[in-house]
């Protein structure tokens, strides 16, 4: 992996046919949080019976090969200034439902000049396109059989190469696995014998990675994300890359996660020898927990990373990470006008900041400047955010950053937030969580709309007010991790390996398999 690049990008963001004039929004969006972005063009709609039914059905091919040109040339044209003042590639796709007996797939195309197929089946579907120009990437699969999951009977190793394990559905890694899989409870539950173990236990060599299948924005954040390592960052190393199934998936943080047997990395194929000398290396968004590698959809060995550095005294310099976090405030319910607030606010500290992560939801975030030693910064918050129309609200009330600073353990850190001032230790943020409540403008606000600012208790006040959360910062020995381990032998015929990588605030990376055979 020496000399590869780690990228990320959202393969999974659906623009209806009301939203096509909002590309350019969305791509610049996209610019500040992926590397690569693609265009998911989504034809379909809730048509209403005369009966007063709504039920979902394809656009007319009107329509919908209208939208498919603007998609092709909204495409050309950024990919033509890719890599210029900061614009990123992007790929022209499409999602594809077929009739859902075979699983919801997402074309892609490496050009910009082919074409919307709508056949009933996916294996005509993939009759259709051009091999190794075209991936069809399933999505949310361990959904019933025949009721849009994975149809693992049909599936197409040459047209898809990988799969979606997470997206704002959930997940799909198992018919039981640790996340849920609720969100969209009128497709729900989620059942075995069509998600990715299913397929992978059955000898299909599929990649894996999240996405977040959101109808409103972009790579939002805690709705999946993938992770490609590509030679650089064009559109087609990152498409050979892709190919190759050098990719992975995250829930939210952007996990760095290496995965090697030998010189062979995630994706690959090896031949069977006598052991496996695996070598993970991690560096997460909050402290690691735990380190999972699989063999075959079961458990092989795991890494405990908890308990091992928490108690270790700090002195001196130290790098350390943390996550700040604004939004909350008034709840609708009372104040049914109040559904955003700007933030303005910056940061200072003494030492350094090393990286900034954007954990962004929504638009109207802003990192204004960063220098060696502050930052300033403008956000958005909303109540909510519809994230697929009749799909069903999405709740979004927080924006965030993770910043990752190098300072000494007696400096403090300064933010500055719509004009007030708050400074904490760094020994603090590493001890525990800090919480800034503008409870007086709450208080404020409650007077002014119902002559009421007293009470025995806080309730009314705390609850509706603005705050920003300042979670328990990591030093570095807790979230990054090298491990390596040895395993022996050979369980069947062809075996699969791969990493599951667990932080302690309940994010999750999955590495795509090593196949054994």
Not at 210 to 235: F, I, Q, R, W
Not at 337 to 344: C, F, G, Q, R
Not at 384 to 406: A, D, L, N, R
Not at 446 to 469: M, P, Q, T, W
Request: hydrophobic share 35%; charged share 25%.
């Amino acid at each position: 992996m020496k000399n590869h690049k780690l990228l990320w990008g959202d393969l999974h963001s659906n623009i209806h046919h009301n939203q096509i004039n909002e590309m350019e929004k969305w791509y610049e969006f996209a610019g500040e949080v992926t590397d690569f972005w693609a265009v998911a063009y989504y034809p379909y709609y809730m048509r209403k019976l005369d009966s007063g039914l709504g039920i979902e059905d394809i656009y007319d091919k009107e329509i919908r090969e209208a939208d498919w040109e603007k998609v092709l040339e909204f495409c050309k044209e950024k990919n033509s200034e890719a890599g210029k003042n900061g614009n990123i590639p992007v790929f022209a796709g499409y999602e594809w439902q077929g009739s859902g007996l075979d699983g919801d797939h997402n074309v892609f195309y490496l050009g910009d000049n082919n074409g919307l197929f709508v056949p009933l089946r996916y294996g005509e579907l993939c009759s259709l396109l051009p091999l190794g120009e075209a991936i069809a990437i399933p999505h949310h699969p361990a959904y019933a059989l025949g009721s849009r999951g994975k149809n693992w009977g049909t599936h197409n190793p040459d047209y898809s190469p990988f799969i979606e394990i997470y997206s704002s559905h959930g997940s799909s890694e198992s018919g039981y696995t640790d996340r849920h899989m609720q969100r969209h409870i009128h497709m729900g539950p989620r059942t075995g014998g069509t998600s990715v173990f299913d397929g992978l236990i059955n000898g299909h060599e599929v990649g894996i990675i999240a996405s977040g299948d959101n109808h409103s924005v972009p790579a939002m954040y805690g709705h999946g994300l993938m992770a490609c390592y590509a030679e650089d960052n064009t559109k087609e190393k990152i498409w050979e890359a892709m190919q190759k199934k050098h990719v992975y998936g995250v829930t939210g943080n952007r996990i760095k996660l290496k995965y090697n047997i030998g010189d062979a990395m995630m994706g690959d194929k090896i031949s069977s020898r006598a052991s496996y000398d695996h070598i993970i290396e991690t560096e997460a968004g909050d402290a690691v927990d735990r380190i999972e590698l699989i063999r075959n959809g079961v458990l092989d060995k795991v890494y405990t990373h908890s308990g091992k550095w928490e108690e270790k005294e700090i002195t001196g310099e130290v790098t350390f990470k943390f996550r700040a976090e604004f939004g909350w405030g008034p709840d609708l319910r009372i104040y049914p006008d109040i559904t955003m607030k700007k933030w303005k606010g910056s940061l200072k500290t003494s030492g350094k900041i090393i990286s900034i992560e954007k954990c962004w939801t929504s638009y109207g975030q802003k990192l204004i400047w960063d220098k060696k030693d502050q930052c300033e910064f403008e956000l958005a918050t909303y109540k909510t955010s519809q994230s697929g129309k009749w799909m069903g609200p999405s709740p979004v009330t927080t924006e965030s950053f993770i910043f990752e600073i190098k300072a000494d353990i007696d400096s403090d850190i300064e933010f500055t937030i719509d004009g007030k001032n708050f400074t904490y230790s760094v020994r603090s943020i590493l001890a525990n969580t800090q919480l800034i409540s503008f409870e007086e403008e709450a208080r404020k606000l409650s007077k002014e709309r119902f002559g009421f600012d007293e009470f025995y208790r806080n309730d009314n006040f705390h609850h509706n007010a603005y705050k920003v959360l300042i979670h328990r910062g990591t030093p570095e020995e807790g979230y990054k991790v090298h491990w390596e381990t040895v395993t022996a032998g050979k369980k069947k015929e062809k075996d699969f390996y791969m990493v599951k990588v667990f932080q302690r605030d309940g994010n999750i990376a999955w590495s795509s398999p090593i196949w054994v055979e």
